[in-house]
């Protein structure tokens, strides 16, 4: 059996191993090492001082404990998925035998459904008064989002080669896969008046579609900034965000089309399932219309006596 090491210094050495052999993302690295000090804490107060000596009650017993204090199944899931990682960690330096973890589940939540916008307040969003460069860019940003379903991080990423002259743009998305969206009418034609303006700011060499004053890629952290001030510049009542947008595209293509396999391919998920909850978002349209125009849903009002 290998001789205990204190639970502060294998945390570390996962850490270091995440940052140098993983090469996972520092927000990850974060999360990680939250939940796990998070797992520390919770075995020092059940008495377990060796990682050898946590088993699978335990860590039911630890989720359990988070779900009491109000932390989410998705939340709880990402704990459990740290403490699988941190395992699999384990059991390659020979440290433990066995993944305490394996097979344990977060409770299920209620999976909440996606904000989108009706369609006269996404008009009323992108109807960007003509001005400047930044005006120019930040309409383009905007209408591509809306018209193509793109995520935060596929429009940062777009490079000018993936934008052809055919109406299509060309994105890479979860899982390093490759997809090709049309581009609408609108969109092309706000792409085309910063292009001929992206050249004022762009850096010599830069390839981003969507660079700052200072000539470089625009980050994830400056779209969502010019999506909710562009939001609040346009009257729109609720606070906004890319995905906001995007969760736009895919209802009201859905509410037009029906066609769920369509709208899947467009947004790039890999699962159906995923492209489903897009389905309640629909129903809810369509109960509410129900309830404003079919003779038996509608409230009646009270009539005289007898």
């Keep these: ?14 850490k270091n191993y995440l940052i140098n052999e993983r090469r996972v993302s520092p927000l990850t690295v974060l999360h990680y090492g939250r939940d796990l000090e998070r ?29 009491k204090r109000g932390l989410s199944g998705r939340s709880i899931q990402r704990c459990l998925s740290a403490v699988r990682s941190f395992y699999r960690y384990l059991l390659r330096e020979g440290r433990v035998a066995r993944d305490p973890a394996a097979g344990i589940v977060a409770p299920k939540t209620r999976r909440r459904l996606p904000t989108s916008l ?23 940003l905007l209408e591509l989002l809306y018209s193509s379903g793109l995520r935060l991080a596929e429009v940062v990423a777009l490079n000018l080669v993936d934008l052809p002259d055919d109406g299509t743009v060309r994105v890479t998305g979860k899982g390093n896969k490759t997809r ?17 303006l992206r050249t004022q ?3 010599p060499g830069e390839q981003a579609v969507f660079v700052t004053q200072k000539g470089r890629r625009l980050g994830a952290r400056a779209v969502q900034r010019i999506v909710a001030r562009r939001g609040r510049a346009q009257g729109v009542a609720q606070p906004l965000h890319p995905h906001v947008l995007r969760h736009s595209f895919a209802t009201h293509l859905l509410e037009s089309s029906g066609d769920l396999r369509a709208v899947q391919e467009l947004l ?37 006596s007898g």
Excluded: N
């Design 201 to 203: 700011w762009a850096a």
């Design 118 to 140: 009706s369609p006269d307040e996404t008009a009323r969003l992108l109807d960007i008064p003509p001005g400047d460069a930044s005006a120019c860019r930040d309409a383009a």
């Design 1 to 14: 059996m290998p001789t205990a090491v204190p639970l502060d210094a294998l945390i570390g050495r996962f």
């Design 268 to 304: 790039g998920h890999a699962s159906i399932g995923t492209t489903q909850i897009y389905t309640h978002l629909d129903f809810q349209h369509l109960a509410k219309v129900y309830d404003r125009a079919h003779p038996r849903a509608r409230k009646r009002t009270p009539s005289g």
């Design 180 to 196: 090709v969206v049309p581009v609408g009418s609108l969109a092309r034609a706000a792409l085309q008046a910063w292009r001929a």
């Design 39 to 67: 797992l520390r804490d919770f075995c020092r107060r059940r008495g377990v001082a060796d990682w050898r000596a946590l088993d699978p009650a335990r860590v039911r017993l630890y989720a359990a404990e988070l779900h």
